[in-house]
């Protein structure tokens, strides 16, 4: 659907029909580097759509829609981001066409203001995990709605991210947020800790409220985060964190008793209980974060045939089929569709970012190098990064290859003592040189 002569994008209801909420057209919304839903930025290989999925969940109809979209107005190339999203690249000239399909299949804002600031990570297993404390799912909606519908939270930078935690033993808890909430019990009651500028699994709470104060804490933070940032100060990192906590008018509980456990490894891939009876869900990687539309649809089927119609993204750039009762046909499914579905597979391991055959910042082809890596049985997590941004990896991998020149890369290894990446080990290594590094390590060492 073009825009209208005002420079208008009707949103459609899809079982009506009915315009409502007009959106403004891209070209209307403010600048940033960030591709959105209804702003798509420029790379090499064609614009990208950035598709911001509500605790990454997703319908089956939807899931289509994006395939759909994809082939008919991009290069047919989906990526499953670090933020349990989806993006579309390599789209041509018909984006105003691209954008009105994914609104009809409402999986846009309910205002172009709300697009940039839909940031908010639940668990891939709200509501479905054994060890979680609540059902995250509400409380996320309601944030989600103000964050939308409250036009000074349009100010927040497109960066600025929320986690809501409810301690599932499924959890990403090592991207940084610019305010985290986790669930923690104390004398029988479901409180929420909460952090500033960090995440549960690596830094301590500031404090924590009742569990029924979590929206309006988060109201409150948001409020004074605007009230004292200066136009550059765009994240939380950059305000002094005792100056926001001595300004906020909440009474604060102390974090007594708060320890977050340690997610589970590896429970992003493979079929494991949920917390209702008979049903079990089936976590996958899309290799190195890449789809094409033959897998979401079919990904999108066996949701549909198994489950409950729906299917999660995950922040490991996979996906998760919940309240599924035959796994085992679901697992044959997503291996013939191409999915990983395995943390034996070496590839199910590793991440890279676009590359060069993509991002005019890449110094070396990521996704060929890391297909070639991954034959050489490098034996460990590895993030293969273009350039020191690190799109790919929101979190500190156990080893990341940074790129200096095409098919040549500097290798570091994670140590908690050591910013960024973590200790240089070694120089400008060809793959084959870094696969033989990772190989003799891994026999050697086991610790991270």
């Given at each position: 659907?073009?825009?209208?002569?005002a420079?208008?994008?009707?949103?459609l209801y899809?079982?009506t029909?009915s315009?409502?909420?007009?959106?403004?057209?891209?070209?209307?919304?403010?600048?940033?580097?960030?591709?959105?839903?209804?702003?798509?930025?420029q790379?090499?290989?064609g614009g990208?759509?950035?598709?911001?999925l509500?605790?990454g969940?997703?319908?089956?109809?939807?899931?289509?829609a994006?395939?759909?979209?994809?082939?008919?107005y991009?290069?047919?190339?989906?990526e499953?981001?670090?933020?349990?999203?989806l993006?579309?690249?390599?789209?041509?000239?018909?984006?105003d066409?691209?954008?009105?399909?994914?609104?009809?299949?409402?999986?846009?804002p309910?205002?172009?203001?709300?697009?940039?600031?839909?940031n908010l990570?639940?668990?891939p297993?709200?509501?479905?995990?054994?060890?979680?404390?609540?059902d995250?799912r509400?409380?996320a909606?309601?944030?989600?709605?103000?964050?939308?519908?409250?036009?000074?939270f349009?100010?927040?930078?497109?960066?600025?991210?929320?986690?809501?935690?409810?301690?599932?033993a499924?959890?990403?808890?090592?991207?940084?947020?610019?305010?985290w909430?986790?669930?923690?019990?104390?004398?029988?009651?479901?409180l929420?800790?909460?952090?500033?500028?960090?995440?549960?699994?690596?830094?301590?709470?500031?404090?924590a409220?009742?569990?029924?104060q979590?929206?309006?804490?988060?109201?409150?933070?948001?409020e004074l985060?605007?009230d004292?940032a200066?136009?550059?100060q765009?994240?939380?990192?950059?305000?002094?964190?005792?100056n926001?906590?001595s300004?906020?008018?909440?009474?604060?509980?102390?974090v007594?008793?708060?320890?977050?456990?340690?997610s589970?490894?590896g429970?992003?891939?493979?079929?494991?209980?949920q917390?209702?009876?008979?049903?079990?869900?089936v976590?996958?990687?899309a290799?190195?974060?890449?789809l094409?539309?033959?897998?979401?649809?079919?990904?999108?089927?066996?949701a549909?045939?198994?489950?409950?119609g729906?299917?999660r993204?995950?922040p490991?750039q996979?996906v998760?089929?919940?309240n599924?009762?035959k796994?085992?046909a679901?697992?044959?499914g997503l291996?013939r569709?191409?999915?990983?579905?395995?943390?034996d597979q070496p590839?199910?391991?590793?991440?890279a970012?676009?590359?060069?055959?993509?991002?005019?910042k890449?110094?070396?082809d990521?996704?060929?190098?890391?297909?070639?890596?991954a034959a050489?049985?490098?034996?460990?997590?590895?993030h293969?990064?273009?350039c020191?941004?690190?799109?790919?990896?929101?979190?500190?991998?156990?080893?990341?290859l940074?790129?200096?020149?095409p098919?040549h890369y500097?290798?570091?290894?994670?140590?908690?003592?050591e910013p960024?990446?973590?200790?240089?080990h070694?120089?400008?290594?060809?793959?084959e040189?870094?696969?033989?590094l990772l190989r003799?390590?891994?026999?050697?060492?086991t610790?991270?």
């Amino acid at each position: 659907m073009p825009p209208d002569k005002a420079g208008i994008i009707p949103r459609l209801y899809p079982s009506t029909g009915s315009p409502v909420n007009p959106t403004p057209a891209v070209n209307t919304l403010r600048p940033s580097a960030c591709p959105g839903l209804l702003r798509i930025v420029q790379a090499l290989d064609g614009g990208i759509c950035r598709i911001k999925l509500a605790g990454g969940s997703i319908t089956a109809a939807q899931a289509i829609a994006v395939a759909d979209a994809a082939q008919a107005y991009a290069g047919g190339v989906i990526e499953a981001t670090n933020r349990a999203n989806l993006q579309i690249r390599g789209i041509g000239t018909e984006q105003d066409a691209l954008i009105a399909l994914l609104l009809a299949a409402d999986l846009g804002p309910n205002n172009a203001g709300g697009d940039d600031v839909r940031n908010l990570m639940l668990s891939p297993s709200a509501g479905i995990d054994p060890q979680m404390l609540f059902d995250t799912r509400p409380l996320a909606e309601q944030i989600l709605a103000t964050l939308q519908n409250h036009p000074r939270f349009h100010e927040l930078s497109a960066k600025f991210a929320v986690q809501l935690d409810g301690c599932e033993a499924l959890a990403m808890l090592e991207h940084h947020h610019d305010v985290w909430l986790s669930a923690f019990e104390r004398d029988g009651e479901t409180l929420l800790a909460f952090g500033l500028a960090g995440c549960p699994g690596l830094d301590a709470p500031c404090a924590a409220v009742p569990l029924e104060q979590g929206h309006a804490l988060v109201v409150a933070v948001l409020e004074l985060f605007l009230d004292l940032a200066t136009p550059t100060q765009t994240r939380m990192r950059h305000l002094a964190v005792d100056n926001l906590l001595s300004r906020l008018n909440l009474p604060l509980l102390p974090v007594d008793g708060f320890k977050r456990p340690v997610s589970g490894a590896g429970l992003h891939l493979g079929t494991y209980p949920q917390r209702q009876k008979d049903l079990f869900y089936v976590g996958a990687v899309a290799p190195l974060g890449r789809l094409d539309s033959t897998m979401l649809k079919g990904v999108a089927q066996l949701a549909s045939a198994f489950g409950d119609g729906t299917l999660r993204f995950t922040p490991w750039q996979g996906v998760l089929l919940p309240n599924v009762k035959k796994p085992a046909a679901v697992t044959e499914g997503l291996q013939r569709l191409g999915f990983l579905c395995s943390v034996d597979q070496p590839l199910a391991r590793l991440i890279a970012c676009t590359g060069s055959s993509g991002c005019g910042k890449g110094l070396a082809d990521t996704k060929a190098d890391a297909l070639q890596l991954a034959a050489l049985q490098p034996g460990t997590e590895v993030h293969l990064s273009g350039c020191p941004r690190s799109c790919a990896a929101a979190h500190t991998a156990p080893v990341t290859l940074l790129a200096v020149s095409p098919g040549h890369y500097d290798v570091y290894f994670r140590e908690a003592a050591e910013p960024g990446f973590g200790r240089l080990h070694a120089r400008t290594l060809s793959i084959e040189a870094a696969g033989a590094l990772l190989r003799a390590r891994s026999r050697s060492n086991t610790d991270d």
